[in-house]
């Protein structure tokens, strides 16, 4: 069964950076496009960036220029460089494949972003 665990979520200002990872396993990580995605507060889960097997991105609009994904294949991880954060950016974040399968949702890692 695969399984994913997101850390590296906290409290930041706005205009501030975070960086946050997905450790998977249990899977062939490699050969899937994964993606971040976001859930604010009463708002439905969104998508945030992807990242295909190998290398290729896509941004939302919302954090084109300011987010950064990244994965290691070898290591079964994706990382999600954040800067310039703004208040917007609340959520609980979580990876997944792409298309997002259910069932496989970790508990996500909250990022907060406030002053």
């Known amino acids: 069964q695969v399984q994913f665990a997101e850390s590296g979520g906290g409290l930041v200002q706005p205009g501030g950076s975070l960086r946050i990872s997905c450790a998977a396993s249990?899977?062939?990580?490699?050969?899937?496009?994964m993606a971040w995605y976001r859930q604010a507060p009463g708002k439905q889960r969104a998508l945030v960036a992807t990242?295909?097997?190998?290398?290729?991105?896509y941004y939302s609009d919302s954090v084109k220029g300011r987010f950064t994904i990244s994965r290691d294949n070898a290591k079964n991880t994706m990382n999600l460089q954040m800067n310039s954060l703004k208040f917007e950016d609340t959520a609980v974040y979580y990876c997944?494949?792409?298309?997002?399968?259910?069932?496989?949702w970790g508990q996500g890692t909250q990022v907060t972003v406030s002053s």
């Open positions: 990242i295909s097997n190998d290398g290729g991105t």
């Open positions: 249990g899977s062939i990580f490699g050969v899937y496009v």
């Open positions: 997944n494949y792409v298309p997002a399968r259910a069932g496989y």
